[in-house]
């Protein structure tokens, strides 16, 4: 999450915990979910690792405190959305990197970014693919009364096998869409 906070306000300017967050319901909350306590904690790592500074202000009678990225959160942002996708959910790392790439001004390197992503998406279809096999092979040896069960199991499989399928996919289509730069 931190790291989408440092793209915000990258793109945004300094902002309050409050537009933060409505930042966050506006955009990347169509796939990360964060409360304002997980935004409300994600900035004083942020503050620790002296990735965004805070100033207090005054504004319309109220005391405010305005979050900017420094230059080494500029650093620290700029190193993630090139390194490789890590962590447990890859959709919402993917997708993480894909709402700020537009930040990366080098045409070259957003290809490059969205080629990695794609190249995560073939390893984790590759493993999903392989475990159904491997479960296939087990499916005659389910007894009778646990059928149901492993029917519907082995569909929620066949979900994520084509929901990887589809995003790789559209990652594909998506590097080929990004101008050659000669």
Known sequence: MGNVILGLLLLLGPQTLYSLNKQFEQGPSLFYRASFGSLQSALRGLLAAEHVTVREAIEGGRNKKIYAITDGGTSAF???IRSPLAGGDLEVAALSRLFLLGLVEDADERREIIDGIAAELEGELA???G????LDA???SIPAEYREVFRFQRATLDYGVMAHR???TWFRELAAS???VE
């Open 78 to 80: 700029h190193a993630w």
């Open 138 to 140: 087990q499916a005659a």
């Open 166 to 168: 589809a995003a790789l």
């Open 127 to 129: 493993g999903l693919e």
């Open 131 to 134: 475990y159904a096999v491997a």
């Open 178 to 180: 990004e101008p050659v």
